[in-house]
């Protein structure tokens, strides 16, 4: 028999502004949700101290069966507000936010938490690859992706698996729900011949120099389009990846990136730096490709897709994600870089 979870349980955890967090229950509220209070401090061994003076200071028992009456989008609602928000990144933070307040909660939220079946997730996921599409429907279809539908389903297991820990639930419901298949995207590749006439193309389009830096490193264009000058050595081709760039509630967001692994280096070969060395010259801006609009900003992600995209049926080429599996591709481009 699995021991009783005692008040005050909690977790420790890190936080992006280097303090250290301890989060414990203290009760619960009026409709039965848990209540609960964190301590900050500096390091990790001053954060257990404290969170252990909140739990000695914590008397009364948690209750022994889960209240009834809690609805799910009260806990929804509570579990994203405090457990999960203040850990996640501001674009992250939105597609939590779509997957909660606009489609789990106006299709389930009025469902009592402890009287949801594995059945009523089963239904919703059905309906969601039928119709569930908010919007574009005209473009894509009226139901939504594969994708989608999994991505919907990790944030309410990831809600209700909080929900058992938390004694108000005896099991996710979640748990026996069929999800559709994770399909690899087929990744679209160009021959040679199609990258000489894409190259071509982009040096009469103006997008030469970035298409060439995405070509050659694979970066995500966030994070060619984040790039400053000062990031780049030219006496040794290093070039320093520090941040990215991405569109947040509409607004044009730089920031670092998502884990530290991706704060890295990368070596130029000799011909790209050439190649922005003499593209240094024709740019007044502190951003290695700035906006065309406002030199202070950096270029939009989105609008360099679809620049590039228009770049590709310029040049007769197929849409792609520029992958080649030629092993001598990138001889074969410095060569043509030099031509």
Request: charged letters at 25%.
């Amino acid at each position: 028999m699995a021991k009783r979870r005692k008040r005050g349980d909690s977790g420790i955890s890190l936080r992006k502004d280097g303090r250290w967090e301890g989060r414990a229950v203290i009760g619960c509220d009026d409709k039965g949700l848990p209540v609960t209070k964190n301590v900050l401090a500096k390091t990790k061994s001053e954060c257990v101290a404290k969170l252990k003076a909140l739990q000695d200071s914590i008397q009364a028992p948690l209750p022994e069966q889960p209240k009834p009456g809690i609805l799910l989008a009260d806990w929804l609602d509570f579990w994203y507000q405090s457990y999960k928000k203040p850990n996640l990144r501001l674009n992250t933070q939105m597609s939590y936010g779509r997957r909660i307040y606009q489609h789990i909660i106006p299709a389930l939220g009025g469902t009592q938490l402890n009287k949801l079946t594995t059945n009523d997730i089963q239904q919703f996921y059905t309906k969601l690859k039928q119709s569930g599409r908010l919007l574009r429907a005209e473009l894509y279809g009226k139901g939504l992706s594969d994708q989608t539908v999994r991505g919907i389903h990790t944030t309410l297991h990831a809600a209700l698996d909080k929900a058992v820990s938390e004694k108000l639930l005896f099991r996710n419901p979640a748990d026996g729900c069929r999800l559709p298949p994770a399909k690899a995207r087929e990744m679209q590749v160009l021959s040679p011949e199609e990258i000489q006439r894409l190259l071509i193309q982009a040096k009469e389009d103006g997008c030469f120099e970035l298409l060439l830096l995405e070509l050659s490193t694979g970066l995500r264009r966030g994070k060619i389009c984040a790039l400053q000058w000062n990031d780049l050595n030219f006496r040794t081709g290093e070039l320093r990846v520090e941040r990215q760039v991405h569109r947040v509630k509409g607004e044009l967001v730089v920031s670092p990136p998502k884990t530290k692994a991706s704060n890295r280096s990368v070596i130029l070969p000799a011909p790209v730096v050439e190649v922005l060395k003499a593209y240094r010259e024709t740019v007044d801006s502190k951003w290695m490709f700035p906006s065309p609009s406002n030199e202070d900003s950096p270029r939009d992600p989105a609008a360099v897709r679809k620049r590039l995209q228009t770049v590709l049926e310029r040049a007769g080429c197929k849409r792609s994600d520029f992958i080649t599996s030629d092993t001598h591709f990138l001889q074969y481009l410095w060569n043509m870089v030099w031509m």
